[in-house]
T-cell receptor, first 115, second 110 residues
Framework: EPEVTQTPSHQVTQMGQEVILRCVPI?????FYWYRQILGQKVEFLVS????????KSEIFDDQFSVERPDGSNFTLKIRSTKLEDSAMYFC?????????????FGQGTRLTVV | KNEVEQSPQNLTAQEGEFITINCSYS?????LHWLQQHPGGGIVSLFM???GKKKHGRLIATINIQEKHSSLHITASHPRDSAVYIC????????????FGTGTLLAVQP
């Protein structure tokens, strides 16, 4: 069964360092998302991406964050200068369509720890 | 903006019990998602439903669009069902991103 894969599963980084979280969405999907979950809190939306550009972003997604789909398969989230409060589980998701009744497929997540 | 509420927040059950987790939302939607999050953190989609009822193995999900309410039932619960169960709804905006509930932490004891 096709799946969304994320790497690494766990990343520890020093405050102020840049991190890149990687995702390989399902191959024929067209819509891509990043969500995050701070420990003990709800999953929250960060950004959506379609047709090689950001289609929507949340208030959390400030200038420190960027997304890219560099080669038609990978979908990356970059945090330029990590802060302690960026520590969270980051989930990539993809879907075939944008319609509200389309299933979203999630990766296993990357646990980011900023120290 | 859609608000999603789940109850209960925590649930402990004995193996074999019938379990119900509830989800309500504030703005009408076309579909609702039930997701499972295991202790390792990964999220798995269980159901997407827009009306009536869906069944998969021991899991049953129902939705009442008029009441803006959905339930997830687990029959003959087993310790391996222990996980966080999350409902999520599309926000109805430009990208239909998902709005998540707080999750229900289920522990099934042998």
């Amino acid at each position: 069964e096709p799946e969304v894969t994320q790497t690494p599963s766990h990343q520890v980084t020093q405050m102020g360092q840049e991190v890149i979280l990687r995702c390989v969405p399902i191959s024929n999907h067209l819509y891509f998302y990043w969500y995050r979950q701070i420990l003990g809190q709800k999953v929250e939306f960060l950004v959506s991406f379609y047709n090689n550009e950001i289609s929507e972003k949340s208030e959390i997604f400030d200038d420190q964050f960027s997304v890219e789909r560099p080669d038609g398969s990978n979908f990356t989230l970059k945090i330029r200068s990590t802060k302690l409060e960026d520590s969270a589980m980051y989930f990539c998701a993809s879907s075939l369509q944008q319609a509200s009744n389309t299933e979203a497929f999630f990766g296993q997540g990357t646990r980011l720890t900023v120290v | 903006k859609n608000e999603v509420e789940q109850s209960p927040q925590n649930l402990t059950a004995q193996e074999g019990e019938f379990i119900t987790i509830n989800c309500s939302y504030s703005v009408g939607i076309s579909a609702l998602h039930w997701l499972q999050q295991h202790p390792g953190g990964g999220i798995v989609s269980l159901f997407m439903l827009s009306s009536g009822k869906k069944k998969h193995g021991r899991l049953i999900a129902t939705i009442n669009i008029q009441e803006k309410h959905s339930s997830l039932h687990i029959t003959a619960s087993h310790p391996r069902d222990s996980a966080v169960y999350i409902c999520a709804v599309p926000d109805g905006g430009a990208t239909n991103k998902l709005i998540f509930g707080t999750g229900t932490l289920l522990a099934v004891q042998p």
